[in-house]
């Protein structure tokens, strides 16, 4: 079976200063992910991953537009790469 390539390009450049916290962010994802749901609704139990996945975006719009802190290439890498739905 011939090898997949698959094109993943390196972070641009200011990604070391915004990984430690999308990292931490992530941790928080798969604690959330796997804690215990027993004794809540359904839909309680989603509650804590839509509230870190909005922290994260949030986080990216706002080092991006509010302070101005990122690049549009590291912008643009962030919503393509780290916001994408992990499975």
């Known amino acids: 079976m011939p090898k997949v390539k ?3 390009k390196p972070p641009p450049e ?3 200063l915004i990984e430690p916290t999308l990292d ?3 941790q928080k994802m798969r604690e959330a992910e796997t804690e215990s ?7 309680e139990a989603l509650w804590p991953i839509f ?3 909005h922290q994260k975006s949030r986080y990216i719009f706002d080092l991006f537009y509010k302070r101005k802190a990122i ?3 590291l912008y643009d890498y962030c919503i393509k790469e ?3 739905i992990r499975t």
């Open 82 to 84: 780290v916001m994408r």
């Open 51 to 53: 509230r870190i996945h």
């Open 37 to 43: 749901h027993e004794g809540k609704r359904k839909v």
């Open 24 to 26: 931490e962010l992530d």
């Open 14 to 16: 200011g990604w070391e």
């Open 6 to 8: 698959r094109s993943r």
């Open 71 to 73: 690049s549009r290439t």
